[in-house]
């Protein structure tokens, strides 16, 4: 297969995918899970094997626990900075790639300061942390003890080809020469703040990772190694910026899972207590045996890993639908995190005014909590090492909101059925013992605010957090509970917080 010939068997591609019995059909883009769909390919079994078991039901309650987090999207990309992480790689020149390659012979993030990350995300509020230990373009920010055996040439005479190597390709090569990994999981382990760390399956600086997920170096088999909503995927992303090159051979595709599974191992072994890993994209049905058996190993190292679904369907425990927060708290048989950048993608925005704001922040972790879900906000630091001060001051805008009302975030869980809002400007979350019901209004009701799907416990007092007084209320059959918001409350000063005001109600417990 010539590149051409890969292009131009695409839209056959995209019809197979979506007439197989074992794909389902694109997910609606407001209130489907993509990742959902992921178990339904052919490859991976919907029914785990039965020595496989998920993460136990402390570890689920742990995560559902959280609710907020801050997902770091870090590495090489960050010296250009040409958009959205890795991904501006696949356009390019093989001019540009082969520097691109080579960046990392100047990374000096000396800005980098673990202490001051973690301090910065308890002062926001937030209970956990993403960080990228290696994105798609293969870049490790880790101490990897696996070696790169093979890569491409980008600028080979004659075009480029696959060329031998020996380097770990990581962040340990670099001027900087620090595992940032080690250092934000010390500084984590300190502070109590959960760890959760991104893991790319695919490689593409690796060339025995070929064919998959978009790797710039494609092969005459690429149909036969992907499945076909994967391959045109692929297409998609490379355009026409593919190179062909020759099937991986028995001993290259052997080499790529031993290094997949041993970083992957490194990473639950060499840090500590881990509480996530976030895996990325998939790889294919030859290998799937394999990564299956990763993913048993890992199991076996920490039994209470929570594993994100990708790349391994339905062996996964949690969903992150992007850039979206569900329309249903229906929508997902599983815990999930909304994972959604800050500024316009999830690494490093340069732009102050791209930046969405405090109550971007709050309205939507009181939508995807309110669903039963958390948010995780997207921000990538500088070359530096640094976040831009617009995002900080964002963030710890939401950890001030949440000092007043994290009751009504933390810990909570959502209502049953359709109990989750009334319209667009509430939404209600509980506490787990279902003594109380929260109320969060994300815009200010003036003078009285109707609750037509909970009703207070006789004789029991209406809260607002952040305030100690106890709000009036009444019960009407016919419109619902009337609860009075004080006349000093209707100046914005005298409010306790900005973005959105929380009710607490002590209802009958049922």
């Given at each position: ?47 785990p ?37 890795s ?33 910065a ?35 080979a ?24 990994v ?20 695919p ?25 076909p ?60 045996p ?26 996964g ?69 640094e976040f ?5 001051r ?22 049953k059925?359709?109990?989750?809002s ?22 200010w ?61 002590e209802?009958?417990?049922?």
């Amino acid at each position: 297969m010539n590149r051409r010939q890969f292009l131009a068997s695409g839209a056959a591609a995209l019809a197979t995918a979506y007439a197989s019995p074992g794909l389902a059909q694109l997910p609606d883009s407001v209130h489907g899970f993509p990742e959902s769909e992921l178990y339904r390919v052919p490859y991976i079994e919907s029914t785990p094997v039965p020595e496989y078991h998920w993460a136990q039901a402390s570890a689920y309650e742990a995560f559902q626990d959280m609710k907020f987090g801050v997902r770091i999207h870090w590495g090489i990309y960050s010296i250009w900075h040409r958009g959205a992480e890795s991904w501006p790689f696949l356009p390019m020149s093989f001019e540009d790639r082969q520097a691109y390659n080579n960046l990392y012979k100047t990374w000096n993030p000396v800005g980098f300061d673990a202490d001051a990350w973690t301090d910065a995300f308890m002062e926001s509020g937030m209970k956990m942390f993403t960080f990228t230990t290696k994105h798609h373009e293969g870049f490790s920010m880790f101490d990897t003890r696996t070696r790169v055996k093979s890569r491409a040439n980008w600028t080979a005479e004659g075009g480029p080809k696959i060329e031998s190597c020996d380097l770990a390709y990581s962040i340990m090569e670099t001027p900087f020469g620090r595992d940032v990994v080690k250092d934000l999981c010390d500084a984590a382990h300190k502070r109590d703040i959960k760890i959760n760390l991104y893991f790319s399956h695919p490689d593409w600086y690796d060339a025995d990772f070929r064919p998959y997920v978009a790797h710039p170096l494609q092969i005459p088999s690429s149909e036969e190694w992907m499945a076909p909503a994967d391959l045109q995927f692929s297409r998609q992303k490379l355009g026409n910026h593919a190179v062909i090159v020759p099937d991986p051979t028995d001993a290259e595709v052997k080499r790529m899972m031993e290094r997949h599974r041993t970083q992957l191992v490194e990473l639950l072994t060499n840090y500590g207590k881990i509480d996530m890993i976030d895996l990325d994209m998939w790889l294919g049905p030859r290998v799937w045996p394999e990564l299956r058996k990763t993913v048993l190993e890992l199991r076996q190292i920490q039994p209470d890993v929570m594993l994100r679904d990708r790349g391994i369907g339905n062996y996964g425990d949690y969903f992150t639908p992007e850039r979206v927060v569900p329309g249903s708290k229906e929508a997902s048989d599983k815990p999930w995190f909304t994972i959604y950048p800050l500024g316009t993608d999830f690494s490093y925005d340069p732009v102050a005014a791209n930046y969405k704001g405090t109550e971007w922040i709050v309205h939507n972790l009181a939508d995807a909590v309110a669903k039963g879900g958390g948010l995780q906000v997207g921000v990538g630091p500088s070359a530096y090492g640094e976040f831009h001060p617009e995002a900080i001051r964002q963030m710890k805008g939401a950890g001030a909101w949440l000092k007043v009302n994290g009751e009504a975030i933390y810990a909570t869980r959502p209502r049953k059925g359709t109990l989750w809002s009334e319209g667009e400007t509430i939404r209600y979350t509980r506490s787990k013992d279902r003594r109380f019901v929260y109320a969060i209004l994300t815009e200010w009701p003036g003078t009285q605010v109707v609750l037509r799907e909970v009703r207070p416990k006789a004789a029991s007092s209406v809260e607002l957090l952040g305030s100690q007084a106890k709000l009036p209320w009444s019960f009407d059959s016919a419109r619902g509970t009337i609860v009075t918001l004080p006349e000093n409350l209707q100046q914005a000063g005298n409010r306790p917080c900005s973005y959105a005001w929380s009710l607490k109600l002590e209802v009958a417990g049922t």
